[in-house]
């Protein structure tokens, strides 16, 4: 067990490892969760005339569900900050699915999806995605979302590599994109993750919020890692 968590720790600091489960599974408790509640709620199509512009383009499959390593390796990455900088990043990330919780629930929306083919690889993959991730909990996209925060949480980290943060915004674009052309989205529910995590990244900088999350954190990693004294 100690040679497992030494291992944890040289990945991440120990104090960053509760943010980094918890951001997980909340995120998959709002998601299924809000699918559980709404799911045979009235869903209001707020697809617009551009969206139905867009090409479709199943080949972004690849994007759209690639972009799960990159949301892996920058969350990572954004965990190994300095504890400041870990408490308000994690402290937006909880706020937003607070928020995206409430929108499902209150808004819960959906979109066309078209008809396609069963033949050809990625309209295969298209198919799966679209029977296994059904047309709700669209805006705000959480795909979006969580590909922004990728983006920001690194944008002013300057251990970071430049190349590596023009990557990362180049990739957050792509996820964007590919939301729009796999039609799992529209060009609003775009606009909405975006915002979402510009304006929850920026709350998350406020001392007494951020103070707050760190307060939780200590008093749970005090419990789970009792050798390890508070954050720090």
Known sequence: MKDIQKKIHTVVPWYSIVPLVLAFSFNMAVYGGARIIAGEWHHYNIEGTLDRMIPFLPV??????????????????????????VCQF?????????????????FPTT????????????????LFVYDVDAADNLFPSIHCLVSWFCYIGLKEKKESAGWYRALSCLMALLVCISTLTTKQHVIIDVI?????????????????????????????????????????
């Open 111 to 126: 979109n066309t999806r078209p008809a396609i083919a069963p033949d050809g690889f990625w309209n295969q993959v298209m």
């Open 192 to 232: 909405g993750g975006v915002a979402l995590a510009e304006i929850c990244l920026r709350i998350g900088k406020i001392p007494a919020v951020w103070g707050c999350y760190e307060k939780i954190l200590d008093k749970v990693n005090s419990w789970i890692f009792p050798k390890g004294g508070k954050m720090g």
């Open 90 to 106: 994690f402290a937006a990330d909880f706020i937003s699915r607070i928020v995206c919780f409430i929108i499902f629930l209150l």
């Open 60 to 85: 972004s499959a690849v994007v759209y569900i690639g972009c799960y390593l990159f949301w892996i390796a920058n969350y990572i990455l954004i965990a190994r900050q300095e504890k400041k900088q």
